[in-house]
């Protein structure tokens, strides 16, 4: 998407966020350099199946609550500098792709 902005916090932008973190944690579930490390990832992608229900039922990703946001920023980043030795970059984007959904909500809420 070449409009992706995070100070944007279209439907479409939205979206766009949780299309992405889906399909990093999803691809972290199932690559085998991230073997030790499934059960983990798997946990945050059913907390993220959580939010997105939040907001998919509710069309406002305000109703998303920001502790629980939070808490699946600080699993990332463990996970994040736990891999960071391995030669992958999903981690990473992974949390990127949920600041971007923070931002949009942030956005909102201003």
């Known amino acids: 998407m070449e ?28 690559l085998d350099i991230y073997k030790e490390k499934q059960k983990e990832f798997k946990k945050i992608l059913i907390e993220v199946y959580n939010i997105l229900a939040i907001y998919v039922n509710s069309d406002n990703i305000a109703s998303i609550d920001e502790e629980i946001l939070q808490n699946i920023r600080y699993d990332l980043i463990d996970l994040d500098i736990e891999t960071k030795t391995l030669k992958s970059y999903f981690a990473e984007w992974s949390l990127l792709w949920l600041e971007a959904i923070i931002s949009l909500r942030k956005s909102i809420i201003k």
């Not at 409009?3 to 199932?30: C, G, M, R, W």
Request: aromatic share 18%; glycine share 0%; hydrophobic share 35%.
């Open 3 to 30: 409009n992706f902005n995070v100070k944007k916090p279209t439907k479409e932008n939205i979206d766009y966020a949780f299309k992405n973190l889906i399909f990093y944690l999803t691809a972290s579930t199932q």
